[in-house]
């Protein structure tokens, strides 16, 4: 993909009021994080935790249970509700509260391995692993140490650790293979095949590449898909992805679909959601959120068409933010590209002004407590962010098409 370099400003120094802003926000987001992790390994007499009224490892543990059933040959229990629930309350306790398998068949290959482990030791190796991940994958974005350092300790992924959700992986396959997309095409498709496992949130994948004609990264992520496929299937029997389709796919637009509003809507922040929480039906609802991926598609189509003035780090974290509100199913712990934009915005000159910027990191702490008040308005952050990177990104891409051509000598 041919492009035309633009290097937007970056700062070099820091003011005594930036410096000030970072100390204040630092403090409260460590603070925050403190508070939440400690009640959340807070154990009751029960054995679940003070925090999510379930297990501490809270949806991780479905993983990883799923993965032990799938090793004692009992994968069809997945997909049969009131069976995985009693096998779950048979290893955890009699008191866990109900849950349910929610993910493709594929997450299987993950979920398997880590079964091999005991749960504690398991939950480490992912939660770590996991934001390993995703630090590797923004290192190519440039930021500098103290960014990726805001980034991987913001509060996003510190809530994807808390619910021991699969955020910043998912986070890293699309980052990383964004920003490995124009040089190495085969690495992206492979990242964007492997995404799969949550791929609701790779809906923006197909239209950048397609609008770049990154034609071997998308036969990379076709190649990786049918093969993470075949695989789950080999191992785990070609009938959970049947099983996936008639059972566990129905269950979960059930749940999107619930009377609103449900407890689980309590960290939810996609347009969908938005627009049920200020009265819309599930129709009207699904077409306030058709309109806004319909727009973010327009966005990536324009933005990764070759010739644009603008940076590829601002083109991967842009189609990042935009990919939170392309898709009707997400959670503050799907919104890390959130904190990503943040860091990336303040090492610019143009930008938001930095205290919006703090709100934005810092949002994911807060939703859970605006959502019950009934001020469901989290699908802002990412649409401010958005549209403030996309105008900025316009703007110059306009200048520089109306500047007059040098003549040739």
């Known amino acids: 993909m041919t492009e035309v370099a633009m290097q937007p400003s970056r700062i070099r120094s820091r003011s005594l009021f930036e410096v000030a802003i970072v100390t204040v926000v630092s403090i409260v987001g460590f603070g925050m994080a403190d508070f939440y992790l400690r009640r959340l390994w807070t154990i009751g007499p029960d054995g679940l935790s003070a925090l999510s009224k379930t297990l501490p490892y809270w949806d991780f543990s479905n993983l990883w249970a799923g993965g032990r059933m799938a090793l004692d040959g009992h994968v069809d229990t997945l997909f049969d509700v009131d069976a995985y629930r009693a096998a779950l309350r048979g290893m955890f306790g009699a008191d866990l509260p109900n849950q349910e398998w929610s993910y493709p068949p594929s997450i299987l290959l993950i979920g398997a391995p880590l079964a091999a482990l005991p749960i504690f030791p398991a939950y480490l190796v992912w939660t770590f692993g996991t934001v390993l991940c995703l630090w590797l994958a923004v290192r190519p974005l440039k930021v500098g140490g103290a960014a990726e350092l805001a980034i991987v300790l913001s509060p996003a992924v510190i809530w994807d650790a808390v619910f021991g959700q699969n955020g910043a992986l998912t986070t890293a396959l699309l980052i990383g293979g964004l920003a490995a997309a124009p040089r190495r095409p085969v690495l992206a498709g492979i990242l964007f095949g492997l995404l799969t496992i949550k791929p609701h949130l790779g809906i923006l994948v197909p239209f950048c590449l397609l609008a770049c004609g990154n034609w071997r990264a998308i036969a990379a992520a076709a190649g990786t898909a049918a093969l993470v496929a075949v695989a789950t299937g080999l191992f785990f029997g070609f009938d959970v992805w049947s099983l996936f389709y008639t059972q566990t796919r129905p269950l979960m637009t059930g749940i999107m679909e ?48 070759p010739g644009r003035q603008v940076e590829h780090a601002e083109r991967v974290v842009l189609t990042a933010v935009l990919a939170i509100l392309a898709t009707p199913y997400g959670y503050t712990y799907d919104t890390i590209a959130v904190a990503v934009a943040a860091a990336l915005l303040w090492t610019m000159v143009s930008r938001p002004p930095r205290l919006v910027l703090a709100i934005c990191w810092l949002y994911a702490f807060v939703a859970h407590i605006l959502n019950n008040a009934g001020f469901h308005i989290g699908v802002l952050v990412p649409s401010f962010l958005a549209g403030w990177m996309f105008f900025s990104i316009w703007v110059r891409s306009r200048g520089a098409q109306s500047r007059p051509k040098p003549s040739a000598a």
Do not use: C, D, E, K
């Open 258 to 305: 619930a009377p609103f509003p449900q407890h689980y809507h309590a960290n939810a922040m996609t347009v969908f959601f938005t627009a049920r929480a200020i009265g819309f039906g599930v129709s009207a609802a699904y077409g306030l959120q058709a309109i806004a991926t319909i727009v973010a598609i327009g966005a990536v189509v324009w933005l990764w068409r």
